[in-house]
């Protein structure tokens, strides 16, 4: 009886110390385990909201038509996940009109933007969902019925008083840099030039999404243009329309165009005071011309230009 006694005693230890050992391993190994965990997973977010941020740097440089952002910031973050954000706003000769925010989420496995470009459309005009400014839209003209009707507005807004816009303007033809630059009338600014579509797509229901570059006070120059054509070469997944891979068109063009004097531009986006886009009426080298955003110029805003 003894023998069971001490034998029932020295099990009963032998248990207690290993409890206490995993207590102990667990009370020790618990907050590091949990360090690591964060660490690893912070890691993971980490990278995923790198990656937003490139992707939605690269669409804003390629698919922002004379659109400028403020600021690509973290809006929120927790540990799993969050959100990147980029405020907008349009220079019209000077003045700046809020646009939309761009938002993308991003968790430890996996980052997106946000697909929907909150674009409205009828029949004869396009509207930003949010605040309901018109948007300016370009054509192809290989294009009889686009699903928004061809517009030629240039000479209705050369009729407005005291007032800055921007129009989009579609060429006959594609043209050089320097061979818009020589057509533009005086007190007119060239704020972004389009690349233009392929075959019969049509680039009205595109919700805003054309490619193109922006210039700087009205210029561009071949540093520029270089590094255009880098956003170009890396782009990804910037969307495809009844069949018009944007991405495979923005490859395209940078291997067709290596060089800013080789490339060839399909319109323009133009601002400056509503009274001198007069001299643009009736030219037979811009198929289209339609105006997007329009404000009343005021004593203490001077125009740029």
Same mark, same amino acid.
């Given at each position: ?31 590091? *385990? ?13 990278? +995923? ?18 659109? +400028? ?35 993308? &989420? ?29 948007? $300016? ?22 009729? *407005? ?21 020589? &057509? ?37 120059? $071949? ?83």
């Amino acid at each position: 009886m003894n023998q069971d006694k001490q034998f029932e005693k020295l099990a009963f230890r032998i248990k207690l110390k290993r409890w206490v050992i995993t207590i102990l391993l667990i009370i020790i190994l618990f907050p590091i *385990m949990t360090a690591v965990g964060y660490k690893i997973t912070q890691s993971f977010s980490a990278r +995923q909201s790198s990656g937003l941020m490139k992707e939605m740097e690269i669409q804003q440089d390629l698919m922002s038509p004379n659109i +400028q952002n403020s600021d690509l910031v973290i809006g929120n973050s927790n540990i799993g996940g969050g959100t990147v954000v980029s405020h907008q706003y349009k220079d019209i000769d000077g003045y700046h009109l809020p646009w939309q925010t761009v938002e993308g &989420k991003y968790n430890w496995l996996y980052h997106e933007i946000q697909t929907d470009n909150l674009v409205n459309t009828d029949n004869q005009a396009a509207y930003t969902r949010t605040t309901e400014t018109k948007i $300016p839209l370009f054509y192809n003209n290989r294009v009889k019925s686009p699903n928004v009707s061809k517009a030629y507005e240039v000479k209705k807004i050369s009729q *407005m008083k005291n007032y800055v816009g921007e129009v989009a303007l579609t060429f006959r033809h594609p043209m050089t840099y320097s061979q818009i630059l020589q &057509k533009l009338p005086k007190g007119i600014q060239a704020n972004w030039f389009w690349l233009g579509v392929n075959g019969k797509a049509d680039p009205t229901i595109e919700d805003n999404c054309f490619l193109g570059i922006q210039s700087f006070n009205g210029k561009l120059g $071949p540093n520029d243009y270089k590094g255009f054509r880098k956003s170009l070469q890396s782009a990804k997944n910037l969307g495809t329309y009844n069949s018009f891979s944007i991405t495979d068109y923005a490859h395209g063009f940078a291997k067709k165009y290596p060089t800013l004097n080789q490339a060839r531009f399909s319109g323009i986006i133009i601002t400056g005071k509503t009274e001198n886009f007069k001299p643009l009426v009736n030219q037979n080298w811009i198929t289209e011309s339609s105006v997007g955003a329009t404000i009343k110029r005021v004593p203490y805003i001077k125009p740029s230009f």
